[in-house]
């Protein structure tokens, strides 16, 4: 086993800081810290970092900022954010509304007579769940969210839809997750959320930020409307609240 | 001058806008996106003293028809498809001057993959997040964020200089190509999942080009590049251009400019920043072997290229005798004994036995 935090070359101009080899609330959290400690030294030549499950990927131009100073910002920055004390973790909590069931949760009844409980009760897991951002990837705004309850994992559909809409809310085996474009997919859609996971004319262009958490609310089709009128006249914000989750 | 200046016939294989790439939003999943052949788009800009990262057109394989609709000039970078003009072949790396009507093909590859079209202040289209690349996964950039389709309109931007036919630089602006092509690679970040055997085989054979491959990813046949454990799952991270995974298949995929942000299958190595043009201009069926270098030797070759490109000089042609004048108060170009202010217009002038086009064109 190799000792962690540990520094490794991505080419000759990125450098991947991995913090363990597991999918891990703690080790997750660890790599966020640090992005966030890193990031506030505003280094001339970093060109961005990317937080994803257990590591971070910093890209630079090694003939503006030479390895050795990047390595040893990096072990700085790593020693910061290991002395963060918890409550110093500004992660937020987004709430986001959901219309579960119908037509827009096509697969609801599958999940539950998979997993023999009823809709309500699939409804009611679901929406209980806080789940960790752990990254996001594959698409853009793509979350991949941990900690979706056992109870209601229900493997992927033998055939992928050919389209699923975007901000369809779906559970592939135990995760869970919200298309963010349209796309094909093969999850299973319980319901649907309005909130807009990618808009390339917004800043910044995906609201939720990766290390963040989201948890689900279920409201009736009368609320889901109000608020996709509230979305398209840019007065709607996703419900957030500060919390080390 | 800015506006519309081409109507593209027949996008080929694949048209797309492209530049230097979309920066900063990975984290959000958003990819990098822009010219596979970085290289060939800055050359291509510093021919027609355009920005270095400014948006070019670039034109896969072949199969490509275009047709002018306003002079304006035109530069071609990157591989050879055979370009002609009204049937006459043109060169890469040279400044051309266009008139409406004039029409411009690439058929097909000559040598390398993928060719530039610049445009004087580059191609003008709708910026994304900073960018005008094209990225069809999320449908962003370019033209509504899809390739270029028969019919689409481009625009030029604001020459920053007089154009002038028969410029060049005095750089090579197509890479030379070899057989099997020599790619220097870093290894890592996952070197350690694989077994010493599966090392060798990486570095000391050779492997193909598949046709299987696109902006997203050179996807490669060869021998079985062995895991550790038989393991080609890791915890999924962060890839960058020129990340080469071994997938379930042990076969190897390099990254390119369209490829996701994040990655499941091991990273054996990073293709070194100067090398990934060879990757982009590499056709299905081309050879290449992986040479493993130091990430000291790799920098030094990315300074040395930066040396080099920033010593290039843009070579005005020879133009003996010839007299262009050129008032830019005035806004006015012209030639002795033609005015040209209105209309775009065309000459052969005969200078010592050679025939040369000179086109007049307006500048607002």
Redesign the interface.
């Known amino acids: 086993m190799p000792d962690y935090p540990r520094i490794l070359n991505a080419g000759d101009s990125a450098l991947v800081v991995e913090f363990g080899d597991a999918v891990d609330a703690a080790i997750n959290q660890s790599v966020y810290n640090f992005s966030a400690a890193l990031e506030s030294d505003a280094l001339p030549g970093v060109r961005e970092i990317i937080p994803t499950y257990r590591s971070a990927l910093v890209n630079f131009d090694p003939l503006v900022i030479t390895h050795v100073e990047i390595e040893e910002a990096i072990d700085r920055a790593i020693s910061r954010a290991t002395a963060l004390d918890t409550d110093e973790r500004r992660s937020l909590t987004f709430t986001l509304p959901v219309l579960y069931g119908g037509d827009d949760g096509p697969d609801l009844a599958r999940v539950a007579e998979h997993n023999s409980i009823r809709p309500e009760d699939v409804v009611r897991i679901h929406t209980s769940g806080v789940y960790r951002v752990f990254m996001l990837g594959f698409l853009p705004g793509f979350p991949y969210l941990g900690g979706m309850d056992e109870r209601i994992a229900t493997p992927r559909l033998a055939t992928p839809r050919i389209s699923v809409p975007a901000g369809a809310v779906g559970i592939a085996e135990s995760q869970t997750g919200v298309y963010p474009m349209d796309s094909p997919g093969g999850w299973n859609l319980i319901g649907l959320t309005p909130v807009q996971f990618f808009d390339p004319n917004a800043a910044p262009p995906v609201p939720i930020q990766p290390g963040s958490f989201i948890r689900f609310e279920s409201k009736a089709a009368a609320e889901i409307e109000e608020i996709r009128q509230q979305i398209s006249d840019g007065t709607y914000e996703i419900p957030a609240e500060g919390s080390s989750g | 001058m800015t506006g519309k200046v081409l109507n593209i016939e027949a996008p080929g294989l694949m048209s797309t806008i492209q530049d230097v790439g979309r920066?900063?939003?990975?984290?959000?999943?958003?990819s990098t996106s822009g010219a596979s052949d970085q290289g060939a788009l800055r050359l291509g800009n510093l021919l027609l003293g355009n920005d270095a990262g400014a948006a070019a057109v670039e034109i896969t394989f072949g199969g490509f028809a275009a047709v002018f609709t306003a002079a304006t000039a035109f530069a071609l970078s990157g591989g050879d498809l055979s370009p002609t003009l009204n049937g006459t072949p043109v060169a890469t790396g040279v400044v051309y001057m266009a008139v409406a009507n004039d029409r411009l093909t690439m058929a097909a590859p000559v040598s390398g993959f993928r060719s530039y079209l610049h445009l004087p202040g580059g191609v003008v289209c709708e910026q994304?997040?900073g960018s005008a690349a094209t990225y069809q996964?999320?449908?962003?950039g370019g033209i509504d964020g899809r390739a270029l389709i028969a019919g689409d309109e481009l625009a030029a931007g604001e020459p920053s200089r007089v154009m002038m036919a028969g410029t060049t630089l005095d750089f090579p602006v197509t890479p030379p190509a070899q057989t099997p092509q020599p790619v220097r690679v870093?290894?890592?970040?996952?070197d350690?999942h694989f077994t010493a055997r599966g090392i060798r085989t990486f570095l000391d054979e050779i492997f193909t080009v598949t046709d299987r491959s696109n902006r997203q990813g050179v996807r490669l046949d060869g021998p079985e590049v062995e895991a550790e454990g038989d393991s080609y799952d890791?915890?999924?991270?962060?890839?960058?251009t020129?990340?080469i995974q071994i997938p379930g298949d042990r076969k190897p995929i390099i990254l390119m400019s369209d490829r996701?942000?994040?990655g499941g299958y091991p990273?054996i190595a990073?293709?070194?920043?100067v090398d990934l043009p060879l990757i982009a201009q590499a056709a299905p069926s081309a050879q290449i072997q992986f040479v493993a270098i130091s990430?000291e030797d790799?920098?030094a070759l990315?300074?040395e290229q930066?040396v080099a490109i920033n010593n290039i000089s843009v070579v005005a042609p020879d133009l003996r005798e010839l007299v262009l004048t050129v008032d830019l108060e005035a806004h006015h170009v012209g030639v002795p004994g033609h005015r040209g202010e209105q209309q775009a217009s065309r000459f052969q002038i005969e200078l010592d036995g050679n025939r040369h086009t000179v086109a007049i064109e307006n500048i607002e």
């Open positions: 920066f900063g939003y990975q984290r959000f999943g958003i994304v997040l996964p999320a449908h962003i870093l290894l890592g970040p996952q350690d890791i915890v999924s991270d962060a890839v960058v020129g990340s996701q942000t994040t990273k990073v293709v070194v920043t990430r790799a920098v990315l300074g930066e």
